[in-house]
C-alpha cells in the first residue's frame, strides 16, 4: 500500500511532467535507446535531461540499466574473439573434406 | 557492418585479394589457412547464438560450405571477415529457426512499470554493484549467461547481434526480416527485461 502523502507526490510529479518542456516517465522510456545511441535532437535530449534531473526513478532507473547492458558485455567477454586452439581438429578436417569433394 | 577494423589499408586488401584468388582456385593449403584461422570465432558467434555446442559445430560447417560456394560472388566491397562474419549468423538464425522451440514466458511481465499519472515505479536503488566487481566473482559470468536464455528468443537474438556481434541496425533488420524501428523497439525491451532479471546480482543481493 503506498501511504497518501506519497500517492499525492507522484500525483504532482504526474501533473509537473505535462509542464511545457517536460515529458513523462513513459515518454522519457521511449527516448531512451535513441539517447544512449546519442540519436536524439538537440530539443529531445534537452528535455530528456532534463527529466532525468528532476526524476529519482528515472535516473536510478537508467543507472541500473546502463549497468545491466555493461554486465552483460562484460559476461561475454573472453569468448568474444574464440581462441583457434579450441577448434576441435575433426571440425577442420570435415570443413575441408567437404571442400575437396 | 561493425566488425574489425574498418580502416583498410591498401597493402591489406590487395593481401586479402591474392587470398582470395587461391581459395577461388581451391588451393588447399590457403583453404585450410582460412579455416584455422576462422573457425574459432566463427564456432564462438555460433555458440553464443545456437548454445548449443554439437548445434554451434554443424552452423561452422555449413558456413564454411556457404562461403566456399559463394567465394566468386565474393564482392570485395566489405572485408573477408565481416562478409564470413554475416554468413555464420545466417546459418545460425536458421539453425534457430528450425530448431523446437521451447516455452517461452512473456516479456510483458519484465517490462518497466508506470503507474496511472505515467510515473514510473522503481524501487530505491540504494547499492548498485559495478559491473567490473561483479563479473570478479565466480559463477556470475555463469548466472548471466543463463538469464540471457530466459529472454524470449525473438528479443534474445536481436541482443546478441545489436549488443555482443555489433552489428548495424540495419543490417539485423535485414537478416531477421524486421523494420529498423521494429529492431530498435525489440532491442530497448530486451535490454530492459534483462535489467530485471540482472536486478537481484547488481542490487547485491544473492541469487
Ligand atoms: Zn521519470
Redesign the interface.
Given at each position: 500500500m503506498m501511504s497518501s502523502p506519497k500517492k499525492l507526490m507522484?500525483?504532482m510529479?504526474?501533473?509537473m511532467?505535462k509542464l511545457p518542456l517536460m515529458i513523462?516517465?513513459?515518454?522519457?522510456?521511449s527516448f531512451?535507446?535513441?539517447y544512449l545511441e546519442d540519436g536524439l535532437p538537440a530539443k529531445q535530449k534537452f528535455v530528456f535531461e532534463m527529466h532525468l534531473k528532476i526524476?529519482r526513478?528515472?535516473r536510478?532507473?537508467l543507472?541500473?540499466?546502463r549497468?545491466?547492458?555493461?554486465?552483460?558485455?562484460?559476461?561475454?567477454e573472453g569468448?568474444?574473439?574464440?581462441?583457434?586452439?579450441?577448434?576441435?581438429d575433426d571440425?577442420?578436417r570435415?570443413?575441408?573434406a567437404?571442400?575437396?569433394a | 557492418m561493425k566488425v574489425g577494423p574498418t580502416v583498410v589499408t591498401e597493402s591489406q586488401s590487395s593481401d586479402e585479394n591474392a587470398e582470395i584468388s587461391k581459395l577461388r582456385r581451391g588451393e588447399l593449403a590457403a583453404t585450410e589457412k582460412l579455416v584455422r584461422e576462422n573457425a574459432g570465432w566463427m564456432l564462438a558467434v555460433s555458440r553464443r547464438i545456437l548454445n548449443n555446442d554439437a548445434h554451434a559445430e554443424d552452423c561452422v560447417q555449413n558456413a564454411f560450405s556457404s562461403i566456399f560456394n559463394n567465394l566468386e560472388s565474393f564482392r570485395g566491397d566489405s572485408r573477408l571477415r565481416s562478409w564470413m562474419h554475416c554468413i555464420v549468423v545466417n546459418q545460425a538464425l536458421m539453425l534457430l529457426r528450425s530448431r523446437k522451440r521451447r516455452n517461452e514466458s512473456p516479456i510483458d511481465d519484465l517490462m518497466p512499470l508506470f503507474d496511472e499519472n505515467d510515473c514510473r515505479v522503481e524501487d530505491r536503488w540504494t547499492t548498485l554493484e559495478t559491473p567490473e566487481s561483479l563479473i570478479q566473482k565466480s559463477q556470475t559470468r555463469e548466472t548471466v549467461l543463463s538469464l540471457i536464455d530466459e529472454l524470449p528468443e525473438s528479443y534474445r537474438v536481436v541482443l546478441l547481434l545489436r549488443d555482443i556481434e555489433e552489428m548495424a541496425t540495419s543490417d539485423v533488420a535485414e537478416m531477421l526480416g524486421l523494420s529498423e524501428s521494429n529492431v530498435k523497439v525489440r532491442l530497448h525491451r530486451a535490454r530492459s527485461a534483462l535489467k530485471k532479471l540482472l536486478e537481484p546480482l547488481l542490487r547485491g543481493q544473492s541469487l
Open positions: 507522484r500525483r510529479h504526474g501533473m511532467f513523462t516517465c513513459n515518454e522519457f522510456e531512451i535507446l535513441a526524476c526513478e528515472c536510478e532507473y543507472q541500473a540499466y549497468a545491466s547492458l555493461e554486465l552483460t558485455k562484460h559476461a561475454y569468448d568474444l574473439i574464440g581462441p583457434n586452439d579450441q577448434v576441435p571440425l577442420v570435415a570443413i575441408l567437404a571442400r575437396k | -
